[in-house]
């Protein structure tokens, strides 16, 4: 129904900043809640940001609070993780994810409430 690709990761060094990139294919007429998470390897996938389909509600992990901003461009059927100041503890395979809501409606900071995954970008920040 929904197909979700990212990318943007790479290696960079800690202080500096990269930008994801989800595009998604199938039904993006519909309307959906969209979310960023992350897993490091032996750790359990953990939430980073969502997002609303209007744009009007955004929320983050305590943990990316002042450096990372997620925002979306639904003409494009994309979504991006602006990550500023980034330090070695975010180097984790970052997934984009959706779930279907209404217009204000978002996602959850959950894994498990999201339907639709992408397939991961690797990032990884050195000291």
């Known amino acids: 129904q929904v197909q979700l690709v990212e990318s943007g990761g790479g290696l960079v060094q800690a202080g500096g900043s990269l930008r994801l990139s989800c595009a998604a294919s199938?039904?993006?007429?519909?309307?959906?809640?969209m979310g960023w998470f992350r897993q490091a390897p032996g750790k359990e996938r953990e939430f980073v940001a969502g997002?609303?389909?209007?744009?009007?509600?955004?929320y983050y992990a305590d943990s990316v609070k002042g450096r990372f901003t997620i925002s979306r461009d639904n003409a494009k059927s994309t979504v991006y993780l602006q990550m500023n100041s980034l330090k070695p503890e975010d180097t984790a395979v970052y997934y984009c994810?959706?779930?279907?809501?209404?217009?204000?409606?978002?996602?959850?900071?959950?894994?498990?409430?999201?339907?639709?995954w992408g397939q991961g970008t690797q990032v990884t920040v050195s000291s």
């Open positions: 997002i609303s389909w209007s744009t009007t509600n955004t």
């Open positions: 199938g039904r993006t007429f519909s309307i959906y809640a």
């Open positions: 994810a959706a779930v279907f809501r209404g217009m204000n409606g978002l996602g959850g900071s959950r894994w498990f409430e999201y339907d639709y």
